[in-house]
């Protein structure tokens, strides 16, 4: 696991850039953390540096929004409570690049090639922990 600090909104961009260059369609990368902790807005800059030109929000309310070319899932599933149910199929879509905020709600039902970042932040530093699960080494984002 890596500990990669991201004081500013460029530095969140910046990693955001760098992510988005390792990641390939199928892979789930499953985002947790506080309110306004930017899990949103690195979604927004990843979709951005893979070439989505849509427009991203929150899914908070509609849970699921698709975007593309190419196609991009992101998911909030803060209001789920385990039950991914309707979810199961942009979950493991091989063909998309799968972002889920509150990824730990479902846990259990996540693919097995997920990556996991967790948002942290507090008056001194905002931080992302990044951990490869075994589907890419987190030393690429080692400076």
């Not at 696991?1 to 369609?25: C, G, S, V, Y």
């Not at 953390?33 to 930017?38: E, F, R, T, V, W």
């Not at 949103?40 to 989505?52: M, Q, R, S």
Request: with cysteine; glycine share 6%; proline share 5%.
């Amino acid at each position: 696991m890596i500990i990669k600090p991201i004081p500013t909104l460029e530095d969140t961009k910046r990693f955001a850039e760098t992510f988005a260059h390792h990641l390939t369609p199928g892979i789930c990368v499953a985002l947790d953390g506080d309110l306004g902790a930017g899990k949103t807005t690195f979604v927004k800059y990843c979709a951005h540096a893979l070439g989505i030109q849509d427009a991203l929000d929150s899914p908070t309310f509609t849970i699921l929004k698709t975007y593309g070319p190419p196609r991009l899932h992101h998911m909030d599933a803060y209001r789920l409570d385990g039950d991914a149910d309707d979810l199961e199929d942009a979950l493991f879509d091989e063909d998309a690049y799968i972002f889920v905020e509150w990824a730990s709600n479902i846990t259990n039902r996540l693919p097995k090639r997920t990556l996991f970042l967790t948002f942290s932040q507090n008056s001194q530093e905002r931080v992302v922990k990044i951990n490869g699960n075994g589907v890419l080494n987190e030393d690429l984002f080692n400076d």
